[in-house]
């Protein structure tokens, strides 16, 4: 059988238009659609064809409300169509393992499975993305659920080996509160010819990107924010956030060995 790829520059146009949205319409996408959506998320690339990820499709109102408050009360968990939490997952691997009578534990508890299975997580979230937004819906990824990511790894029963990556909100997105399009790094400073290249190279290139920046944030705030993204950067990691993960993911079976 001859297959062949074919050219399909319209997957450009959706990726290059993306956009967070953070205000839907009350308006529940199709089940056909998300079947759609999820078939497009199963055909994701994963290491060794390992697949070491999980998706929980959470519906329940109250669980919703829930995951909002864990999050740091981000309204559009509730009010999103459709609310997934990806997981890293290597608890489905150690069962078959059990059940083959092989002791993986040395690799489970390996920091490279734990890349692995982090990076499945998110290659399939994109793969949604890119998925959802072909069908004219809007995604916004909620990193606010670690945060919490006990409460939320007790809410959705999740086994050991398990731990939320992130969640993300899907559905039709307000035309009324549509942001523009956030501008890029300039691709010199991110996209290197054979080796990185020293960082004063990049300096004038983020210094232009500062200006853009600000000039967006001042657009989009009606004046009120004027900083620019070196600005934002240093100033969200001057206090480090969430020291408590290496410990949770421990407790979670991801002792980092």
Not at 122 to 142: D, K, M, P, R
Not at 203 to 226: F, H, I, N, S, W
Request: contains cysteine.
């Amino acid at each position: 059988m001859n297959l062949q790829i074919k050219s399909n520059p319209e997957t450009l146009a959706v990726l290059q238009q993306h956009r967070s949205i953070r205000r839907f319409l009350d308006k529940t996408i199709p089940e056909a659609d998300i079947q759609r959506i999820v078939s497009s998320t199963l055909a994701v690339s994963s290491s060794s064809h390992g697949q070491a990820f999980s998706i929980i499709n959470v519906t329940n109102p109250e669980n919703r409300k829930k995951l909002a408050e864990y999050a740091g009360n981000q309204q559009q968990v509730i009010d999103c169509s459709h609310f997934f939490v990806f997981c890293a997952d290597l608890h489905r691997l150690e069962g078959l393992a059990s059940r083959a009578g092989a002791d993986l534990t040395a690799s489970l508890d390996s920091t490279e499975m734990f890349i692995i299975a982090t990076v499945d997580a998110a290659l399939a979230a994109q793969n949604t993305a890119v998925a959802a937004e072909a069908l004219g819906l809007g995604i916004v990824y909620i990193g606010g659920l670690r945060n919490n990511p006990q409460q939320v790894s007790e809410l959705l029963k999740l086994p050991e080996r398990v731990y939320p990556v992130f969640g993300m909100c899907i559905g039709y997105p307000d035309p009324e509160h549509i942001p523009g399009l956030k501008p890029r790094l300039p691709r010199e400073a991110v996209f290197f010819q054979d080796e990185y290249a020293p960082f004063e190279q990049s300096v004038p290139y983020l210094l232009e990107y500062d200006q853009t920046m600000k000039q967006y944030y001042l657009d989009r705030t009606d004046g009120r924010r004027a900083e620019t993204w070196s600005d934002t950067m240093i100033d969200s990691k001057k206090v480090p956030r969430r020291m408590f993960m290496k410990s949770f993911l421990a407790e979670r079976g991801f002792p980092l060995t």
